[in-house]
C-alpha cells in the first residue's frame, strides 16, 4: 500500500521547517536509514533518514520549499513490485488527536498528616536526655525494630559520629549496619537512594548540611522525583540527616539553614525539631516513613537536656506543628533552634504585658498550616521568625498563606525575623549582627502589636 | 543466537517507530535512540539470571525491551499516556519496572552510576546473590560521582558491573576531545577493579566478556568494568544534527560493523537459520512495534487526578 512520507518534526519547538533539498530522486529505491532529504528546523539542518523501505514514487514538496508544516505529506513510498497506481486517493494522514483545553483548576494541595500526638496519660515519668542523646535512642531503637534500617556517613561508626550522634551504635548493630563512608557525599547519597530503592531503609547522616550541598542532586532528583517519574511504583524510604544552619564561628560555608530549600520540593518530606522529645518521637517516624525525609538537625543544641517520655515506642505524627507556649496576643511561628529564642522572647514580652503564642512548625514540609492559621485568628497577629535568610524563606511562606488563610483576622501586617541577607561572617561581633535572635523577635513582636 | 537477533531487531525497529513518532509530533521532548547500541544490552541480558538488575542513563528503551519490558507499555511511556510504565508521568528518560528488575531510566549524566552502587549494596545486604548491571556511556564516565561509585564498590567489594557504553561521543564531544585516558576500561585501575575492552558491536563477543564478570561480581570478588566499544547512528537526541563526525564515519560503521547485520550473516553461514526463518522473525517484530505505536496513540492520555498523586506514598507508618 502506498503510504505517506510526512514532514518530520526534529525538534521538541518545531511547527514548520523548509524543505531545503531531495538526496533521492522518484522512482529511487530506498531502505531504511537511508538519508533522503534535508530539513531547516528552527534550530539546525538535520538529514532526514528514511523510516520504512521502499521506492519513492512521487515527491509532494519540491526542495527549496519553506514553511512546511510538520506532519505534511512531503513524498509518496511504495513497497516493493506496487504500482504507484491511484496516489491522488491517498488519504490525509489523520492529525494526531488534539490535547483537551487545559484546566486552570490550580493543583489541590496534598494531604496532610493531620493526627494528634499521642496522649501521655496522667503521670507518665520523664527522663532527662540531650538531644544527642534522643537521636541515637531514635536510630537504635529503629535498628533493633526493623533489620533493613542501616545508617552510613563519614565518622559513624569507629569515631562514633563527629558530633558523638551515633556513640554505641558500631558496637550494637556491627560493620554491616555501621557504616563508615569515604568522604564522598555525592556517592553515598547516591548510593543510599539505591540501597532504598532496592528495599532496604537507609539513614544517611551528612556531617553537616552544608556538605549535602555536594549530594542534593540525588536528594532531590533521585529520591525526591522518582516515586512520581515511575507512575507510583518506586519507592525511596531513606532518611538525610545531620545538624543543619549555623554552628559558631565556622563562616559561610558551614552555616547555612537549608530548610527553605528542601521545603520548596514535592516529594520530600522536611522536619526541623527543637527539643529532645520531638527530636526521638519524629526521627523514628521518619525512618519508618515510607518516603525520603531530610530531617534537620540542630549542633549547638546537641548537648542540650530536654525531658523525654519515658514510654516503650515514642512516635510523633510527621506534619503535625506544636504549640509550645499558649498566648493570646500575637503568634510567633518559628522551627529548630529559634523555638528556644522564641519561648526567651515571650518571657521577656510576658513581662510588659504581651502574652504571645509560640507554634513550633516541626515539620516544614507538609506545613501545619491548620494550626498556624487557629492561632493567628485568636491573635490576629504574627511572627515568623528563622535562621535561613528571609528571601523566599521558611517565613515569606507562611506570611503568604496567612494572609491568604485569614485575611480578615489580622490586625497588623505580618513580621519575619530572619538572618541578615548576607554570607554569614565569621568574626565575632558581625556573625553576632548577622544572625537573629531573642532581641529581633521582641521588636517584631512588639511592631505587630504597635507598643513601643 | 536467533534469539539476539530477534531481540536486536526488536529494539532496532523499536527505535525506528519511536523516531517516525517523534516526527509526527506523538513523542515530544528529549528522545533518545539507542540504534546501533543493540548488542551491548542484548548481550548483557544474555549474561544475567532472574533477580538480577539493571540500571542507566537516558538512553534507555533497549534495556526495557531486553529485560522482557512490554513494547507496548514503553511505547505508551513515550507518547505520555496512561498506558505508559510510569502511567505517562516518566517520559523517555524515567521509566521502571520493579517486577523486570528495571530500575530507571535516569536523566541527569551519571547520576545512575552510585544507585546501582545502592542496588548492588542492597543485594549484598540481603546476601539475595544477586548482581546489578550498572550501565553509563563515554560521557558519564568522566563525572566525578562515577569514581565516588567506583572507590566504594570495590572498598565493600559490591556485586556490580559497571558497563561502559562507549559510543564514542559525549553528545557533540568526541571522546579524544573529552578525556586523558581514552581507554575507559582502565578507569577502575587505581581502584583495583578490572576492567576489559570488548566489541560491542558483537553480540557474542558481549554475552562472553559479560557472563566472565557476572561471575565475578556474584562470586564476592567485586565491581568490574567492561568497556563496550559502540557506536549510536542517529544524533544524540531527535533535535541532534551530528555535524561533529563525517556522514562516511557513520556508514562505515552501518554497512562494515551492524551488529544486526553481523549476526544475520553468521546465522545464514554458520547454516544456524534460513532466509525464511529470518523472514518469519522481521515480520513478527514489525508486528510487535506497529501494535505498540497503536497503543501508544490510542491509549487514552492520565486523568487530571493523576497531576497529584505519587508524590508522596500516604500509608500509615
Redesign the interface.
Known amino acids: 500500500m502506498p503510504t505517506h512520507i510526512l514532514m518530520p518534526a526534529l525538534s521538541p519547538t518545531m511547527e514548520e521547517g523548509t524543505l531545503t533539498k531531495w538526496l533521492v530522486n522518484e522512482g529511487d529505491t530506498i531502505s531504511a536509514g537511508d538519508v533522503i532529504a534535508e530539513i531547516e528546523t528552527d534550530k539546525a539542518t538535520m538529514e532526514v533518514e528514511a523510516v520504512d523501505e521502499g521506492t519513492l514514487a512521487k515527491i509532494l514538496v519540491p526542495g527549496g520549499s519553506e514553511n512546511v508544516a510538520v506532519n505534511a505529506p512531503i513524498a509518496i513510498l511504495v513497497e516493493e513490485g506496487e504500482e504507484a497506481g491511484d496516489l491522488d486517493a491517498l488519504a490525509a494522514p489523520s492529525a494526531p488527536a488534539a490535547e483537551p483545553a487545559p484546566s486552570n483548576e490550580g493543583p489541590q494541595s496534598q494531604p496532610h498528616i493531620a493526627v494528634s500526638d499521642p496522649d501521655l496519660p496522667e503521670g507518665t515519668a520523664m527522663v532527662q536526655v540531650t538531644l544527642r542523646d534522643a537521636l541515637r535512642d531514635a536510630m537504635a531503637e529503629e535498628m533493633r525494630r526493623d533489620d533493613k534500617v542501616f545508617l552510613m556517613g563519614e565518622e559513624v561508626a569507629q569515631y562514633q559520629g563527629a558530633y558523638k550522634v551515633s556513640r554505641g551504635l558500631l558496637e550494637e548493630f556491627g560493620p554491616k549496619r555501621v557504616i563508615d563512608t569515604p568522604i564522598t557525599e555525592y556517592g553515598f547519597a547516591g548510593l543510599g537512594v539505591g540501597a532504598a530503592f532496592g528495599g532496604l531503609r537507609p539513614i544517611v547522616e551528612f556531617m553537616t548540611f552544608n556538605f549535602a550541598m555536594q549530594a542534593i542532586d540525588h536528594i532531590i532528583n533521585s529520591a525526591a522525583k522518582t516515586r512520581y517519574m515511575s507512575g507510583g511504583q518506586m519507592s525511596c524510604p531513606i532518611v538525610f540527616r545531620g545538624p543543619n544552619a549555623a554552628a559558631s564561628r565556622v563562616g559561610a560555608q558551614h552555616s547555612q539553614d537549608y530548610a527553605p530549600w528542601y521545603g520548596h520540593v514535592p516529594g520530600l518530606i522536611v522536619i526541623a525539631p527543637y527539643g529532645a522529645a520531638d527530636a526521638k518521637g519524629l526521627l523514628k517516624a521518619a525512618i519508618r516513613d515510607p518516603n525520603p525525609v531530610v530531617f534537620l538537625e540542630h549542633e549547638l543544641i546537641y548537648g542540650e537536656t530536654f525531658d523525654v517520655p519515658d514510654v516503650d515506642d515514642w512516635v510523633l505524627p510527621i506534619g503535625k506543628a506544636r504549640i509550645a507556649r499558649k498566648g493570646s496576643d500575637v503568634t510567633i511561628v518559628t522551627y529548630s533552634r529559634m523555638v528556644g529564642y522564641a519561648l526567651a522572647a515571650a518571657e521577656s514580652l510576658a513581662a510588659e504585658g504581651i502574652d504571645a503564642e509560640v507554634v513550633d512548625l516541626r515539620t516544614i514540609r507538609p506545613l501545619d498550616m491548620e494550626t498556624v492559621i487557629n492561632s493567628v485568628k485568636k491573635t490576629n497577629r504574627l511572627v515568623t521568625a528563622e535562621e535561613s535568610w528571609g528571601c523566599m524563606g521558611v517565613g515569606a511562606e507562611i506570611a503568604a498563606a496567612v494572609t491568604i488563610g485569614a485575611f480578615d483576622y489580622l490586625d497588623a501586617p505580618p513580621a519575619r525575623v530572619h538572618q541578615v541577607e548576607a554570607p554569614l561572617a565569621y568574626a565575632e561581633n558581625l556573625e553576632k549582627l548577622a544572625l537573629p535572635g531573642p532581641g529581633d523577635i521582641v521588636r517584631a513582636a512588639k511592631g505587630v502589636c504597635y507598643a513601643e | 543466537m536467533l534469539a539476539y537477533y530477534q531481540q536486536m531487531l526488536l529494539i532496532r525497529r523499536f527505535e ?2 519511536a ?2 513518532l ?5 513523542i ?3 528522545c533518545h535512540l539507542y540504534i546501533g547500541q543493540e548488542a551491548v544490552v542484548t548481550g548483557m541480558k544474555a549474561a544475567i539470571k532472574d533477580g538480577d ?1 539493571m ?1 542507566t542513563g537516558y538512553r534507555d528503551h533497549g534495556h526495557m525491551l531486553a529485560l522482557g519490558m512490554d513494547a507496548a507499555g514503553v511505547m505508551a511511556e513515550l507518547t505520555g499516556r496512561s498506558g ?7 517520559g523517555s528518560m ?5 517486577e523486570k528488575n528495571f ?6 549524566v551519571g ?1 545512575q ?11 549484598k ?2 546476601e539475595n546473590g544477586n548482581v546489578c548491571l550498572t550501565f553509563f556511556g563515554d560521557g558519564a564516565a568522566n563525572q ?2 562515577v569514581y ?2 567506583f ?2 564498590a570495590k ?1 565493600w567489594d559490591l556485586p556490580i558491573v559497571f558497563v561502559i557504553e562507549n559510543n564514542q561521543y559525549a553528545m557533540g564531544t568526541s571522546i579524544e576531545r573529552s578525556s586523558s585516558e581514552t581507554h575507559l576500561h582502565r578507569r577502575g585501575a587505581s581502584f583495583g577493579i578490572p576492567g576489559i575492552e570488548v566489541d560491542g558491536m558483537d553480540v557474542l563477543a558481549v554475552r562472553d566478556a559479560g557472563l566472565k564478570a557476572v561471575k565475578h561480581a556474584r562470586s564476592g570478588k567485586g565491581p568490574m568494568i567492561l568497556e563496550m566499544k559502540t557506536y549510536r ?2 544524533g544524540h537526541s ?2 541532534d ?3 561533529y563526525r563525517t ?1 562516511d564515519e557513520v556508514n562505515e560503521m ?1 554497512q562494515h560493523h551492524d551488529p544486526i547485520d553481523h549476526a544475520k550473516a553468521r546465522l545464514e553461514g554458520e547454516g544456524w537459520a534460513n532466509e525464511a526463518a529470518l523472514k518469519g522473525i522481521d515480520k513478527a517484530v514489525r508486528m510487535i512495534v506497529n501494535d505498540a505505536a497503536d497503543f501508544a ?1 490510542t491509549s487514552p ?1 492520565p486523568a ?1 487526578s493523576e ?9 500509615e ?1
Do not use: C, T, W
Open positions: 525506528e517507530k523516531g517516525q517523534y516526527g509526527m509530533g506523538l515530544a521532548g528529549f538488575q540500571i505508559g510504565y510510569s502511567r505517562g508521568k516518566g524515567h521509566m521502571f519496572s520493579v530500575y530507571g531510566g535516569h536523566g541527569i547520576a552510576v552510585p544507585l546501582g552502587a545502592g542496588l548492588a549494596f542492597a543485594d545486604y540481603n566525578g560521582q565516588e561509585s572507590n566504594m572498598l547512528y542517529r531527535m533535535s544534527p551530528a555535524k556522514r552501518r496513540q492520555l487530571d497531576l497529584l498523586s505519587d508524590i508522596l506514598a500516604l500509608e507508618i
